[in-house]
């Protein structure tokens, strides 16, 4: 648990640097119009979604889900599974055991 | 000055032994054979699929946190904790950020001493969450940079995470610590915490603190040392790089270039960590709470019935052998190490032949080499404790020596004697070996004369007044005519020696 | 008027009495198909052979005097949203481009179990993503009422095809509006469940806690018998609900006794297209003429319900979606130098500009330091907005509004301006931040002549409620009997 959640972050502008850097967390390749485009139309989102500092949230709990149930479990009996064709079914690249995937380099994750 | 401390922190991963996965009906099974055939939508993480909480993984858990001391959370809920790697299918994995189901918690440790004394150390514990396994992914061992191959039948495995506090100190401890985690979820039949399958895995934490002056210490940077896959490989691991931190502070004089945590990886074969490739940014890891799970809440009375499910900690019954049963610490470690059976079996034995001594005897020999031999465990072994105490009882009443008695041990092991009752079954092969007990004195007489005669100087020596020597006598003595009385064989001897 | 643009109710009667048989009502539909869905565009896939087969099946066994699934021998049309095993599901995508799921949705397993007819999957905005289904990759839908209009979304495809008469029932997703805003637009009953009332379990994930399925029909009986279909407990889906179905279609005809109407003066302030208040307002006369009183009703937190919806459902979406990287399923592009390439360039090139800006808007919410002020601040807010909405239903039984603050907007009208499209979506997206269930009924055209939708909210799993007051202005007026000539542009 390397980050934390508790900053406020300051309310300034989008730059391009922050885009690339979502960008990269999100695992999309964007073209210059892309970055470009983006940078200007999410600054503008975020700067609309800035009403909501106009609401006063002090002592609201946040509403996870549109129902506040609890407690739904399942019993640990054993389900269908899909036959290995079908598992592979979709995959781009497989051979017909394995899903197969350019070598990762270190073993590490990100 | 004094010397550096070693600061050890550990993340044990523990698979649960539950049937199914832990979103999903798929079998939870070690299946390395067949790759990709424990799938599902649900743990393919096809679009569209949806988890559902395991229960049986919910009382396997609490019953690991409670039996950890842990305190167990009143509402606990699941979070998505969002990375890419090719064995994470859904690109994040369901964990526990903030609201794990235990907090806290401790596991005691017997450590061995320099000096030969056995120290009980407190490992604290941060906290225990439950989460789901990813997939395997399987590089190219060629090197030559072929594509790596994903099978996703672990994926979805409940997985217990166990958080320690850094409180342990060495190596060795490191090592004891999982020692008895391991054995503590077997005897709860929570894990089978078999490392070789990856149900019991573990990365570790370590930097030291190292006096730079009578008030002062500078800090090593920690290192999370990964890839450990055997207990052995823990300790060596942390021993080599406890050397490396030792000698990279020396070199450095203490100034680091880059403080921050690093990974290294173990390399078995070579015996070194080493740094893997530096991640270009901390991992942001964007956790929020999962919105297709719902969050659990566990009452008062459920709590209680799973403490009920508890069994009696390894550690309390090692302690309860000695204290009560009289034996030494290490044929208690011995029995209770083996296994929540094992122990069992041993104190069903004890019980029954009314001599605790004489049963640890038998099973941390006897029994334990014939299992070992055979590649058994003690489930099917084939002379339960209630048989093996009537042989034990024949041969403390003195219808068999010890030495008979033991060759009727294997002839029963090797399924001798026929099918009928365990006392059917000795009759009918000592008969068949010829066996008898030594029983009348002066049976006992001959023994003690032939000992005698073999030990002349021995004998010499005790009549000389060396008392000590009668030991080696009477010990051959017992050796072939167990059954007879110790004390009767002592004192037989001594009116012989010394009339 | 064609076979297929009867009223789901009426054509039941008819296949039940064998007036007609499954065959001959699958073929009018797939030959009304095969004429005017190359000018809507609302199908992604046409079943054909498939839909053929299971009528002549339907037919022989109603014929064998076996018994039958409620919407034996119906065409049903379903979102490509929903997966299903023998047809491909695209989502609308070239990320998920030729995919053929190995499972089954379990409303379409409901479809199955009903014995209804799955005529083929209709189109969408990509991922769900979108108010006009433009985003689609494969092309728009248009209106069948206006062909140089949108037909709405992101269930654009479904509503186009009950109201061009492709299929008499279809079945649509609602995040944020994607059912009731296309219903409106083509003029149609479009119907969004209350959060959990039916399954998602194979409702391909967008935002997962707002998102439901729903039913599309010419009728309100329509909806209601889809409705009865679709709705119960899925053991699969943690979120569904394990309460009764109500038999929704029997209690239609019993209006509501002493009926209270909620308005909210924020919905009929400025931005509110001049004809699509006319048409609200005379809805409420309709009401009024019935015995209802209209009253008005405070929604303090409305104002920030779109600001709201737009970081809730980014955030999840861009979770959602991160399980598109080319490795399991979906498309893997062709150029790439190592795994994190692989990753960036498969959803780079599949994944449509709209898809990607949301994508981004939720990552970068969810990042480390921002998830309290974005994320959380508006989970707060969303209880709020949803305690607004528990206060008026103490004193009303629905609220009326309109769908959308225009009628449908031109293709290409909307699509260089994402944040004005987001604020569009200004009526709809609180009954989903809520969990609520609400309706879009024909209301009226504009002069040009396009649809123009009211829209009914109603309390937490007071479907049945909210049927009954829709029927009750169905029944006093005929917009619902109206239908597209599909003959091209009408000059406006």
Redesign the interface.
């Known amino acids: ?9 300051s309310h300034r502008q ?1 730059t391009r640097d ?2 690339l850097k ?9 073209d210059e119009s ?1 970055v470009e ?2 940078t200007g ?2 600054g ?3 700067g ?8 006063d ?1 002090e002592g ?8 506040e ?16 064709d ?8 497989h ?1 017909d ?14 | 000055m004094t010397s550096p401390t070693t600061i050890i922190g550990l993340e044990v991963h523990v698979q649960l032994q539950t049937r199914t996965k832990i979103f999903c009906g798929c079998a939870n099974r070690f299946n390395p054979d067949e790759p990709n055939v424990q799938t599902c939508p649900v743990c393919l993480g096809l679009p569209g699929a949806l988890p559902v909480m395991n229960r049986r993984a919910l009382e396997l858990s609490v019953r690991a946190g409670l039996a950890l001391s842990g305190t167990i959370a009143g509402l606990t809920k699941w979070d998505r904790k969002q990375y890419y790697y090719p064995d994470l299918p859904k690109a994040y994995q369901i964990s526990q950020y903030d609201l794990p189901f235990c907090q806290g918690g401790h596991l005691d440790i017997d450590v061995e001493q320099a000096d030969g004394e056995i120290e009980s150390r407190r490992v604290r514990l941060i906290r225990v969450h439950l989460e789901e396994d990813a997939g395997k992914n399987l590089h190219d061992e060629s090197g030559r940079g072929g594509e790596s191959r994903v099978d996703l039948n672990r994926a979805g495995t409940p997985l217990l995470e166990i958080v320690s506090e850094p409180d342990i100190g060495s190596a060795a401890e490191a090592r004891r610590y999982l020692e008895e985690i391991r054995l503590l979820m077997v005897y709860l039949g929570v894990s089978d915490c078999n490392m070789q399958e990856g149900s019991l895995r573990c990365d570790a934490n370590v930097n030291l603190e190292i006096p730079t002056s009578e008030n002062e210490s500078i800090r090593t940077p920690i290192v999370e040392v990964k890839n450990l896959n055997s207990f052995r490989g823990v300790e060596a691991a942390l021993v080599h790089e406890i050397a490396r931190q030792q000698r990279e502070f020396e070199e450095c004089g203490g100034v680091y270039a880059d403080t921050a945590k690093q990974t290294r990886g173990w390399d078995a074969d070579r015996g070194v960590t080493f740094a893997q490739r530096g991640k270009e940014e901390a991992s942001d890891y964007r956790y929020f709470p999962d919105p297709d799970l719902l969050p659990v809440t566990f009452s008062d009375e459920w709590i209680e019935l799973q403490r009920a499910e508890l069994c009696e900690p390894p550690s309390e019954r090692r302690r309860r052998f000695v204290s009560d049963l009289g034996l030494s610490d290490y044929d208690a470690k011995v029995l209770v190490d083996q296994g929540r059976e094992t122990a069992d079996y041993f104190e069903t034995l004890a019980a029954a032949c009314g001599d605790t001594k004489r049963a640890a005897n038998w099973v941390t020999q006897d029994v334990l080499r014939e299992l070992n031999e055979r590649g058994e465990t003690i489930g099917d072994f084939p002379i339960d404790a209630q048989g093996l105490a009537t042989l034990l009882g024949m041969i403390a009443a003195g219808q068999l020596t010890t030495r008979s008695g033991r060759e009727v041990f294997t002839a029963l092991t090797d399924g001798q004697g026929g099918d009928g009752a365990i006392s059917e079954r000795i009759e009918k092969i000592v008969e068949d070996h010829g066996l008898s007990a030594i029983a009348d004195s002066g049976a006992l007489e001959t023994v003690i004369d032939a000992v005698i005669s073999r030990n002349e100087k021995a004998a010499e020596d005790f009549r000389g007044g060396k008392d000590a020597a009668i030991g080696k006598l009477i010990g051959e003595v017992m050796q072939e005519a167990g059954g007879a009385d110790p004390n009767a064989v002592r004192e037989a001897l001594i009116s012989r020696l010394r009339p | 008027m064609t076979a297929c643009r009867e009223p789901a109710s009426v054509l039941i009667e008819r296949l039940s009495s064998g007036e007609t048989t499954s065959l001959e009502l699958t073929d009018a539909c797939l030959a009304e198909i095969a004429a005017h869905d190359g000018s809507v565009g609302a199908f992604l896939h046409v079943a054909g052979d498939a839909a053929r087969q299971a009528a002549e099946s339907i037919d022989r066994r109603r014929a064998a005097g076996e018994p039958l699934g409620r919407l034996a021998g119906l065409p049903v049309a379903v979102k490509d949203v929903l997966v299903t095993r023998d047809q491909p599901t695209t989502c609308g995508s070239r990320m998920l481009e030729g995919w053929i799921p190995p499972y089954d949705a379990h409303t379409v397993e409901k479809l199955r179990d009903a014995d209804a007819v799955l005529i083929g999957k209709t189109n969408m905005d990509e991922f769900a993503m979108g108010s006009t289904t433009e985003n689609s990759a494969f092309g728009p839908t248009r209106t069948p009422w206006r062909l140089d209009c949108v037909a709405g979304g992101s269930s654009g495809g479904s509503a186009a095809a009950v109201s061009a008469g492709f299929a008499p029932l279809a079945v649509g997703s609602d995040t944020g509006g994607s059912i009731r805003q296309p219903a409106a637009f083509c003029g149609v009953v479009g119907l969004k469940p209350t959060y959990g009332r039916v399954s998602r379990y194979g409702l391909v994930a967008y935002a997962s806690s707002l998102d439901q399925v729903g039913p599309f029909a010419r009728d309100v009986a329509g909806a209601a018998m889809l409705l009865e279909v679709l709705a119960g407990h899925d053991r699969r889906d943690g979120t569904s609900i394990d309460q009764p179905v109500p038999p929704y279609h029997q209690q239609l005809d019993q209006p509501l006794e002493g009926l209270r109407i909620g308005i909210c003066s924020e919905h009929f302030g400025e931005g509110l297209d001049q004809e699509v208040r006319e048409a609200v307002e005379r809805a409420l006369d309709v009401y009024r003429g019935l015995g209802a009183v209209v009253v008005e009703i405070e929604l303090p937190h409305a104002r920030f319900a779109v600001a709201c919806y737009y970081l809730v459902a980014p955030s999840e979406a861009s979770s959602n979606l991160a399980r598109y990287d080319g490795i399991h399923y979906g498309r893997r592009a062709d150029d790439y130098d190592g795994l994190v390439e692989m990753y960036s360039n498969s959803r780079g090139s599949a994944f449509g500009t709209e898809v990607k800006r949301r994508i981004m808007l939720g990552t970068y919410s969810l990042s480390a330091g921002y998830y309290d002020a974005y994320y959380l601040k508006a989970q707060k807010v969303r209880r709020l907005i949803q305690q607004d909405y528990t206060q008026a239903f103490l004193d009303v039984d629905v609220i009326a509004s309109p769908v959308t603050p225009t009628p449908a907007v031109r293709l290409g009208q909307l699509t260089d301006d994402p944040l004005q499209m987001y604020l569009a979506d200004t009526y709809t997206i609180s009954a989903n931040l809520a969990g609520l269930p609400g309706v879009s009924i024909p209301a009226g055209f504009s002069q040009d002549g396009r649809p123009i939708g009211l829209q009914l909210l109603a309390d937490s799993f007071a479907e049945d409620r909210l049927l009954r007051v829709a029927a009750m202005h169905e029944r006093e007026t005929d917009w619902h009997l109206a239908t597209p000539t599909l003959d091209g542009d009408t000059s406006s």
Do not use: C, K, N
């Open positions: 648990m390397s980050e934390t959640h508790s900053e406020e972050p989008l922050d885009v979502v960008a990269r967390l999100a695992r999309l390749t964007l892309e485009e983006f139309q999410l503008q989102v975020l609309y979604v800035g009403i909501l500092d106009d609401a949230t609201v709990e946040p509403l996870a889900g549109a129902s149930r609890t407690d739904v479990l399942r019993e640990d009996e054993p389900g269908e599974s899909l036959a290995r079908q598992a592979l079914s979709g995959a781009p690249r051979d055991r394995f899903f197969l995937v350019p070598p990762v380099l270190d073993t590490s994750a990100e």
